[in-house]
């Protein structure tokens, strides 16, 4: 049997605060990947002639191979440190960026991607699997906040200047930026990320846990409680993966909005998650993350509702609708993350965190394609897209009542930290 380290104690505040700025910077060059896809909807479909099915294969294409790159990472996450995986895929992650960027046509940018997705989706889990392993439960909440508040920046900055690149010099230069982004977080990271081996066994008697490579995964999927916080995930993104690609698409068509105004809802909205993500993480801890989470979630309601059936109406009133949404709609993630990190122990949680970051993708990439089939465009115009949304409210009804049968590991020590010897 495997014996693990000893807990040591947990990261003194400064050296807190920089483990979170840099997993929220690496988390902010993947999710501004992903993101800028569905902004970019309108170029694309009228750069390569797509349809609404066409695009939303664009976007799944990148969530789908998240979702297996997921499942193979569950086999092997668990053995290895936790800074020289994340760093090895976020290289790999740059690289396929890059390539988004010189793809010359649908298929390759299909095939970039594609490649993309399964780098960036690992990168995902890693970060959550850090925070868990890293943070204590009390302040498992913000620091999940600090982390989400990456969706924030990326829809503050990211998005509205990749907008305005796209706008003035093509579809490509967002890819280049991102690109480029990470490689200097990259460089960030190698220099600030402390070494985590807590996780890692100090001994191991016999070959035969060495000679099964699925042991970890069937272990964490014999736990009724990780099945519970897995379909709990897979709620979630259908809550929000049928709306979120095509809010760009109806915007334009439906609502009336010009394509150089769209950066100015990314830009509102980004604005406001940018302190509601954190505050929301406060309140996750202060007041229960599961009384959070509902709260947040039935909130989200309205916000779904009304902007899947939005008529012609001012920019102004466009943008205040997006805000609402983005910080309701991505704002419940926060607690949900939270609730998902600490349901495992720690010696599964890199196992586990990329199983859920394979359901994550597989059911945002499901969400976005069916979203595409549920609606389509008539005289220039979306339809169906309210079913969407009343799919998706119906969807995060099931979230709210299903969230309080998964139990939390709230007593788990941060893992055992090394950067260079015991801190």
């Known amino acids: 049997m495997r014996t693990m380290s000893s807990a040591a104690l947990p990261l003194d505040p400064v050296k807190e605060r920089l483990l979170l700025a ?9 999710i501004l990947d992903f993101m800028i896809m569905m902004p970019l909807g ?73 490649c993309a997705g399964a780098f960036g989706g690992v990168l995902g889990s890693m970060v959550h699997t850090i925070v868990g392993d890293a943070i204590p439960f009390e302040r498992r909440g913000r620091a999940a906040g600090v982390v989400m508040s990456a969706f924030s920046l990326s829809t503050v900055a990211g998005v509205p200047l990749s907008l305005f690149l796209a706008n003035h010099f093509g579809w490509r230069s967002p890819f280049f930026l991102i690109a480029a982004l990470s490689v200097a977080l990259l460089l960030i990271g190698f220099v600030r990320l402390p070494t985590l081996r807590g996780h890692l066994p100090t001994a191991v008697i ?21 099945l519970r916080a897995l379909a709990f995930m897979a709620l979630m993104m259908l809550a929000g993966f049928t709306v979120i690609p095509y809010i760009t698409v109806y915007a334009t068509a439906n609502v009336g909005i010009r394509q150089q105004d769209i950066p100015y809802m990314y830009l509102a909205g980004g604005c406001a998650t940018f302190f509601t993500a954190r505050w929301i993480g406060r309140l996750a801890d202060r007041h229960g993350k599961v009384r959070v989470f509902r709260l947040v979630a039935l909130a989200a309601l309205v916000p779904l509702y009304v902007q899947t059936h939005l008529p012609p109406v001012p920019l102004w009133v466009m943008v205040a609708c997006a805000t609402v949404f983005f910080i309701f709609v991505p704002g419940r993630m926060v607690p949900a993350m939270a609730i998902i990190t600490s349901a495992v122990e720690p010696r599964l949680r890199g196992t586990f965190m990329s199983l859920n970051g394979a359901v994550q993708n597989l059911f945002s990439g499901l969400a976005a394609w069916a979203g ?10 979306v339809v169906g897209y309210g079913n969407v949304g009343l799919v998706a409210m119906a969807a995060t009804v099931l979230a709210v009542l299903y969230v309080g049968r998964i139990r939390m590991e709230g007593a788990v020590p941060p893992a055992r930290i090394f950067n260079g010897q015991d801190i």
């Open 22 to 30: 840099t997993l929220a910077g690496i988390q902010f060059a993947h």
């Open 42 to 114: 309108p170029i694309l479909m009228q750069e390569f002639a797509l349809d609404a099915q066409q695009f939303g294969l664009l976007v799944s294409a990148y969530t789908f191979t998240a979702g297996a790159a997921g499942v193979l990472s569950a086999v092997f996450v668990d053995r290895f440190e936790r800074k020289r995986l994340l760093l090895l895929m976020f290289a790999l992650f740059a690289l396929a960026t890059l390539a988004c960027g010189l793809a010359p046509g649908y298929a390759t940018l299909l095939a970039a991607r594609s």
């Open 206 to 226: 016999g070959e035969e846990e060495r000679a099964h490579p699925l042991a970890a995964i069937l272990e964490t999927l014999a736990h009724a409680n990780h």
């Open 372 to 381: 595409g089939l549920m609606i389509t465009l008539e005289n220039g115009r």
